[in-house]
């Protein structure tokens, strides 16, 4: 289970650097083409906001497995060590709640974008919710994991990205 | 509802959920409650950063990783020392002096203050003291935010629209940054005196300053041409983080050659997971938001306030009491996207300037990210030096003072503090 958990996102890390690579290179070389050769790149908008998108809801289950995103841990780090697991995953399962509904509204919205075109890229709008239902679905595996452990994971930026880059 | 959403978002914060979620979750039961279809989540997340200013967040943010591990902030130490020379403190003062190198290509406190503490706790530490040291750096990493480009700054001017103009806020960021920078080089001056730290540091000498300084000047010139573009209005916020990130990616490759191919990808995924806990709060937040426009919460915080003032001084003394408190519990991402929705429109009507508005809001939420007990630049600290978070706090009481003191400067004398932007034409 481990295994195929730290696979899947070390496959969305490489994603998520790829997609960072493709804004900036998209984004400098508009910028570059504008006052260089006095043209633009047409779809560096749609296709950047495109990338931005896809990278935040990529992002977020591995801010789950990896402990990054911010949380107030104040209260619960004060409560006696018997209870802090059941609070845990009382919060885990309310979110994996939130993350179905997320993952529900995104097929929907793809539902009813899918015939929608975008305006300089040969896609449909469908596709700014795909990274959405993508993420909201793996974070809620993440999410059954958690509830197992019944702990949180400890922020792990710095080594594990490193290594599943390298 | 309004109540409730705020309740369960509130709970849910202190129960230990992640921000981000405890947004989500008061959203849907918002939805809930009003009737609406709760699949609206979806669509109001991906609308909220489906912005194309918002992309200057992850651009800034890799332009920081890059100036790290290419050797680029060791260079701004250097010619940061060589400038001060064999003063007082003047550890200390190189310290302030990288911190607004740094901060004037990066935009974020935490980076800052990491970057900062990697290469300065352990001499700050063993000079003057490790919480001192982290108390220092700390309260330089602040000025990440402030000075331009900043991703607070960016986050605001997105929520606010096109009624501020973000060069503005960046311009409008100068004073108040270089102004706490000062103060606080008077600060560590005067403490290093009275506490008998050693001095350290070569003498002041024209020729090395000449020499360093002419090595250096690419480095120098990187902010300039990034700020400079941005403010000239030669390319966008956004456009201007690319151009930074590729300045900087180049000038670690060939200029400082310690940057290596196999850091790139580091780089990029750093910056990206960076942005994306940012973006993730803005996008959970704005169902949270579209439920208090509903129900009509800003008309009816306003009449409120109305009621107690119609002096907008002091609806501004208001708000900044109001941000002072939210600032020691909350994360600022989170309170931009809570409340700049409810309380920009409301300045307006008091007749204050947007951007005069804006500069108060966001250092009061800044300094706020100093202030415990949820100072997430004193969480930083701790686990860069090893201390613990009392032992910081006691000595990061001057700096807040001086944070805090200019942003009242700011809040009373806006002739003064807005004097750059009017100069700029804005």
């Known amino acids: 289970m481990t295994r195929v958990l730290d696979a899947v996102d070390r496959a969305l890390m490489v994603a998520v650097t790829l997609l960072i690579a493709i804004l900036v290179v998209v984004i400098a070389a508009d910028v570059v083409g504008r006052y260089g050769f006095g043209k633009s790149l047409l779809f560096a908008n749609e296709l950047s906001r495109m990338a931005f998108i896809w990278m935040t809801f990529l992002t977020m289950p591995l801010g789950i497995s990896r402990g990054l995103h911010v949380a107030v841990t104040t209260v619960p780090d004060a409560l006696p060590e018997a209870y802090r697991p059941w609070l845990y995953r009382i919060g885990v399962a309310a979110v994996f709640v939130l993350m179905c509904v997320v993952c529900w509204g995104s097929v929907v919205s793809i539902k009813a974008r899918s015939f929608e075109m975008l305006n300089t890229l040969p896609i449909s709008a469908a596709w700014y919710y795909y990274p959405l239902a993508a993420g909201s679905a793996w974070s809620a595996v993440h999410l059954v994991a958690r509830l197992i452990a019944g702990k949180p994971v400890e922020r792990t930026d710095n080594g594990l990205t490193e290594q599943a880059v390298s | 509802m309004s109540s409730v959403v705020a309740i369960v978002f509130f709970v849910t914060c202190i129960l230990g959920l992640s921000i981000a979620f405890a947004f989500g979750l008061a959203g849907l039961v918002g939805l809930w409650m009003s009737g609406l279809p709760v699949e609206m989540l979806a669509s109001k997340m991906m609308f909220a950063v489906n912005s194309f200013p918002l992309l200057a967040i992850p651009f800034f943010m890799l332009a920081g990783e890059l100036m790290v591990r290419g050797g680029i902030v060791a260079v701004a130490i250097e010619f940061a020392n060589t400038l001060i020379g064999r003063v007082r403190g003047s550890l200390g003062h190189v310290t302030i002096l990288s911190g607004l190198g740094l901060a004037s290509v990066s935009g974020t406190a935490v980076a800052d203050a990491a970057a900062l503490g990697g290469a300065l706790m352990k001499p700050l530490g063993n000079s003057y003291g490790r919480p001192f040291g982290a108390a220092l750096i700390a309260a330089t990493g602040n000025l990440g935010p402030i000075l331009p480009p900043s991703t607070a700054m960016i986050v605001y001017a997105t929520i606010v629209g096109p009624e501020l103009s973000l060069p503005a806020l960046f311009i409008a960021g100068v004073l108040p940054a270089v102004l706490i920078a000062g103060l606080m080089i008077f600060y560590?001056?005067?403490?290093?005196?009275?506490?008998?730290?050693?001095?350290?540091?070569?003498?002041?000498?024209?020729?090395?300053?000449?020499?360093?300084?002419?090595?250096?000047?690419?480095?120098?010139?990187?902010?300039?041409?990034?700020?400079?573009?941005?403010?000239?209005?030669?390319?966008?916020a956004t456009e201007g983080g690319a151009i930074a990130a590729v300045f900087s990616l180049l000038l670690g490759l060939f200029y400082t050659r310690q940057l290596k191919l196999s850091d790139i990808p580091v780089c990029l995924l750093h910056a990206g997971l960076a942005t994306g806990v940012v973006t993730v709060i803005i996008a959970f937040a704005s169902t949270v938001t579209f439920i208090?426009?509903?129900?009509?919460?800003?008309?009816?915080?306003?009449?409120?306030?109305?009621?107690?003032?119609?002096?907008?001084?002091?609806?501004?003394?208001?708000?900044?009491?109001?941000?002072?408190?939210?600032?020691?519990?909350?994360?600022?991402?989170?309170?931009?996207?809570?409340?700049?929705?409810?309380?920009?429109?409301?300045a307006l009507a008091y007749g204050i300037e947007p951007l005069h508005f804006a500069l108060v809001f966001i250092l009061t939420l800044i300094v706020g990210m100093l202030t415990p007990p949820v100072g997430v630049l004193l969480f930083v600290m701790v686990g860069i030096s090893g201390l613990k978070i009392s032992q910081i706090v006691k000595e990061v009481w001057p700096y807040i003072l001086i944070q805090f003191g200019v942003t009242l400067g700011a809040l009373f004398f806006p002739s003064i503090f807005l004097f750059l932007p009017k100069l700029a034409g804005y």
């Open chain 2, 292 to 346: 208090f426009s509903i129900d009509h919460l800003p008309l009816l915080l306003r009449t409120t306030i109305e009621s107690m003032t119609s002096d907008p001084t002091m609806f501004l003394i208001l708000i900044f009491l109001m941000l002072v408190v939210i600032g020691m519990f909350m994360e600022s991402t989170a309170a931009y996207v809570m409340l700049v929705p409810i309380f920009a429109p409301m």
């Open chain 2, 188 to 236: 560590v001056y005067f403490a290093a005196r009275w506490r008998g730290f050693p001095l350290l540091g070569n003498p002041f000498s024209f020729g090395e300053f000449a020499r360093v300084g002419f090595r250096s000047l690419p480095v120098l010139m990187l902010p300039v041409i990034v700020i400079g573009g941005i403010m000239g209005g030669v390319f966008t």
